[in-house]
């Protein structure tokens, strides 16, 4: 079992809809959750981390946790063509850093 | 203006040589790993270091060395014992275990 799973998509979604990008974990002693976007080629940059149960919202991005059910998501609102590229989600236990396979994300304008 | 750097950005290589990829930041930060990512996959932890002069294995390490005598620098060595050595070479830096990890731009090897 992997330590953290992603659906790989592609997930389409016209523009201006809001895109839902899901991540489940299996390590309970996980603290830190991060999302990176990646766009083909290049390097993942950091969008957003959370380290407590429920919601951290900024600008268009909000990032849900959910520690009982171990799950994190990370919803873009107002999605715009520029956002396509694959998402990657991350989990830490302070002993490792580990990544999902990520989610690649289409906004067809 | 700061960050990470790597060098170069893209790698040639006959099999059977070593290769050495440069990673430097000037963030001030302890931590520095070294990740593996092929097409269409997630990243591999290959290396990682939480201070100068220690560094521990991560998932795939073998066929690579690294080195941190330096807070700023933790280069990468690929030997001629990496079997499947053409990827993308991320690394990435971190205030410490727990915090986000801060990306360079990458080094694209190509084994021939």
């Known amino acids: 079992q992997k330590e953290v799973e992603q659906n790989s998509g592609p997930l389409s979604v016209p523009e201006g809809a809001i895109a839902s990008l899901n991540c489940t974990y299996s390590d309970r002693g996980s603290q830190s959750f991060f999302w990176y976007r990646q766009y083909s080629g290049k390097s993942p940059e950091l969008i957003m981390f959370i380290y407590s149960n429920g919601d951290k919202e900024d600008g268009r991005f909000t990032a849900q946790l959910n520690k009982a059910s171990q799950y994190v998501s990370l919803l873009i609102r107002d999605s715009q063509p520029s956002d396509s590229a694959t998402y990657l989600c991350?989990?830490?236990?302070?002993?490792?850093?580990?990544f999902g396979s990520g989610t690649k994300l289409n906004v067809k304008p | 203006d700061g960050g990470i750097t790597q060098s170069p950005k893209y790698l040639f290589r006959k099999e059977g040589q070593n290769v050495t990829l440069s990673c430097e930041q000037n963030?001030?930060?302890?931590?520095m790993y070294w990740y593996r990512q092929d097409p269409g996959q997630g990243l591999r932890l290959i290396y990682y270091?939480?201070?100068?002069?220690?560094?521990q294995k991560g998932d795939i390490a073998e066929g690579y060395s690294v080195s941190r005598e330096k807070k700023e620098s933790f280069p990468l060595t690929v030997t001629s014992a990496q079997k499947n050595p053409t990827a993308f070479y991320l690394c990435a830096s971190s205030i410490g275990p727990g915090y986000e990890q801060y990306f360079g731009p990458g080094t694209r090897l190509t084994v021939t």
């Open positions: 270091s939480q201070i100068v002069n220690d560094f």
């Open positions: 991350a989990g830490d236990n302070f002993n490792k850093f580990y």
């Open positions: 963030l001030n930060h302890d931590a």
